[in-house]
């Protein structure tokens, strides 16, 4: 079963504009994570935003954490045509140890240049 | 790119046969996960293997099994496949469990099944 839900499925926009997709889940986390997939292929780790964090930055990403609202965003800066991709949030339940990722739907990223 | 290789990379098998995929994990890491990712869908977890042993499993029937080798390979099997079974199979490996929690996952390439 998916766990998190991102919104919107699928956003185009211009190079050098910001991309914003948010995600939604149900469950108690640990640990919220986003990946990027290229093509339908392996899925590559972002960021992984603790359920003590509210928000986290790395290089032209910056990941933020409501754990009252269940939901998490994922903002790419300056977005370039290379960041075209699907991308998903992914949780790490806090019930249970050491085992799962549970992922959502994905969005898909178009970047036109 | 990960250091996680699977073989192979595409696959054609029929309804009722039987198929193994295989994974090498990242240098140093002993967890290894599968998920299964349909076409339009995020993975869905199929099981985890620590240490040689199965240390969780999802929502899929036993003819999904696996293994994994003292190298911390590791391999999928499923028997008796089904039209539904045709999708993107993922292995992902991590250095260890830590208590409470899944951290970064390193993912393979993927092997595409389909299922005719």
């Known amino acids: 079963s998916q766990q998190g839900e991102e919104d919107p499925q699928a956003l185009s926009i211009q190079e050098g504009e910001n991309a914003t997709m948010n995600c939604s889940y149900k469950t108690s986390i640990n640990n919220l994570q986003w990946y990027r997939q290229n093509s339908g292929r392996g899925l590559v780790h972002l960021i992984l935003?603790?359920?003590?964090?509210r928000e986290k930055h790395s290089g032209r990403l910056r990941v933020t954490l409501d754990t009252s609202k269940k939901s998490s965003s994922l903002l790419i800066t300056a977005s370039r045509a290379a960041d075209t991709a699907s991308y998903f949030c992914a949780t790490a339940s806090a019930n249970q140890a050491g085992t799962a990722l549970i992922f959502g739907k994905g969005t898909t990223l178009s970047v036109s240049s | 790119e990960t250091g996680v290789t699977q073989s192979p990379t595409h696959l054609i098998k029929t309804r009722g046969q039987q198929v193994t995929l295989r994974c090498s994990s990242q240098s140093g890491h002993n967890t290894v996960s599968w998920y299964q990712q349909a076409l339009g869908q995020g993975p869905q977890f199929i099981f985890q293997y620590y240490r040689e042993e199965e240390n969780g499993r999802g929502n899929f029937p036993p003819r999904f099994s696996g293994l994994q080798f003292p190298n911390y390979s590791s391999e999928l099997n499923v028997n008796a496949l089904e039209l539904d079974d045709s999708a993107l199979y993922l292995c992902a490996s991590s250095p260890r469990i830590s208590s409470g929690s899944v951290n970064e996952q390193f993912f393979g390439p993927g092997t595409r099944l389909t299922v005719l």
């Open positions: 935003i603790r359920s003590n964090e």
